[in-house]
Each structure stands twice: as structure tokens, then as C-alpha cells.
């Protein structure tokens, strides 16, 4: 069965610094997407990045990027030069299907960049 | 270009009280989804719309859960009776599935309700 799974409920990270925020996913499709959403306190989800599964260079944008290992399934989010704006929940998401798209999520990860 | 739309942002009712929440879609987004989000969880589904018909509502809890997309623009999602486990946010996404782009989840900023 499709799968997302995130480990680890909350991190810290000093200002500056960069952190990586893991996920690993479970699916049976060969053709699939994997996304990063941001989720401040206010409640907007965020898109941040985004991997194809038939992309074979990892995904930048910004002070983000996705280090992407298709064979051990994992899709960490790496963000560089963190700022106190960057606290906030971080969700990892798949998107499967053919035509009709579905997406799972995963249940997130709490960052908190300290000053 | 307008971003997706919903309504109430707040919402506090009695258990066994009815509620409604609209969502309308970023403009020529064919895909609708309407996700609930417990408190410290993740988005999970609850149905999806093509245009106008259902694509997945596989975990809708269609005995006090529904929702509709009659012109294929802006939806509903109507909860009769609620109970206390419907606190939540409910987030409407829209998709644009055009060719070349990712394919990312537009969202709104959510309906938060609460069930006392």
C-alpha cells in the first residue's frame, strides 16, 4: 500500500545552519511525484519542491533541495542557511495515478530554527 | 491570478449541529480535493473531484459526510450530525494537471472547525 512516512515529529536547528528533514515513501508505481510543503502557524500549506520519479538530478529550489534515493525510497528535504522564518510544520507528500492524480501525506515534521 | 477560496475560516458548533463549508477552486483547475487535517497530523483525504464527478471518496465517512461539485467549478462539504472527532481544518486543494508542470496541490488557508 502507498506510503508516507516522516520519523521525526519535531527538530531543532540554530540559525544559519542548514537541516535535513527525512522522508521515505512506499509504492508499487513507477511513475510518481514527491513533494515538500511548508505549513506555518497561520495554516497555509506551502508548495516548496518537487521530484519526479523519472528525474534523475536532485530537485532545487532555492535554499531547498530534495536529496532523492529512488532505490532505498527516500526523499529528505535539505534546508540551507535556515532562517527564523523557516519554523513551521514541513509535510512530505506522493502523488501517484495515471490521469486522476492522488496524493498522500505524510504526519510532518515540527522545525523550530533557533536564534 | 486568484488563489483558492474558502469559507468559514472559524467555525464552533454543538455536537449533533450540521455545518457546511464552500470551497472554490483556483480558476480552470479540473481537480478538487477536499483533505481534513486533525490537530499535529497530516492531510488526509476525504474525496476528489474530476470536474463534476467523483474520482475518490473512499474515505469519506458518507454516513454524516458529503460533498458536491455540481458545476464543476466550486464545492460544498457538508457534515450532519458532527461529532467531537470533526474538530479539524478542512483544506480544499485544487490541481491544474497541465503538461510540463508538477503537479502540485494548490491550497486554501482550511476551515477550521471545532465540535464541542
Known amino acids: 500500500a502507498q506510503k508516507i512516512t516522516q520519523t521525526q515529529p519535531g527538530m531543532f536547528v540554530q540559525e544559519k545552519e542548514a537541516v535535513t528533514l527525512d522522508c521515505t515513501y512506499d509504492?508499487?508505481?513507477?511513475?510518481?511525484?514527491l513533494f515538500w510543503y511548508k505549513q506555518p502557524s497561520s495554516g497555509e500549506m506551502i508548495f516548496l519542491i518537487y521530484?519526479?520519479?523519472?528525474?534523475?538530478q536532485n530537485a532545487t529550489e532555492g535554499r531547498y533541495s530534495l536529496n532523492f534515493q529512488k532505490a532505498r525510497k527516500s526523499a529528505n528535504l535539505v534546508i540551507s542557511a535556515s532562517q527564523l522564518g523557516d519554523s513551521a510544520m514541513y509535510f512530505c507528500?506522493?502523488?501517484?495515478?495515471?490521469?486522476?492524480?492522488?496524493?498522500?501525506f505524510g504526519t510532518g515534521t515540527r522545525l523550530k530554527v533557533l536564534a | 491570478e486568484a488563489g483558492v477560496a474558502q469559507s468559514p475560516r472559524y467555525k464552533i458548533i454543538e455536537k449533533r449541529q450540521s455545518v457546511a463549508f464552500w470551497c472554490n477552486p483556483i480558476?480552470?483547475?479540473?481537480?478538487l480535493y477536499w483533505y481534513q487535517q486533525i490537530l499535529g497530523q497530516g492531510p488526509k483525504l476525504l474525496i476528489q473531484?474530476?470536474?463534476?464527478?467523483?474520482?475518490?471518496d473512499s474515505q469519506l465517512p458518507k454516513d454524516r459526510f458529503s460533498a458536491e461539485r455540481l458545476k464543476g467549478v466550486d464545492s460544498t462539504l457538508k457534515i450532519q450530525p458532527a461529532k467531537l472527532e470533526d474538530s479539524a481544518v478542512y483544506l480544499c486543494a485544487s490541481s491544474p494537471l497541465t503538461r510540463g508542470s508538477p503537479g502540485e496541490l494548490f491550497f486554501g488557508e482550511g476551515s477550521r472547525l471545532t465540535v464541542l
Open positions: 509504492t508499487s508505481d513507477q511513475s510518481y511525484g
Open positions: 521530484q519526479g520519479s523519472y528525474d534523475e
Open positions: 507528500a506522493m502523488r501517484e495515478g495515471f490521469g486522476t492524480y492522488k496524493y498522500i
Open positions: 473531484f474530476q470536474n463534476n464527478g467523483v474520482v475518490d
Open positions: 480558476s480552470g483547475h479540473a481537480t
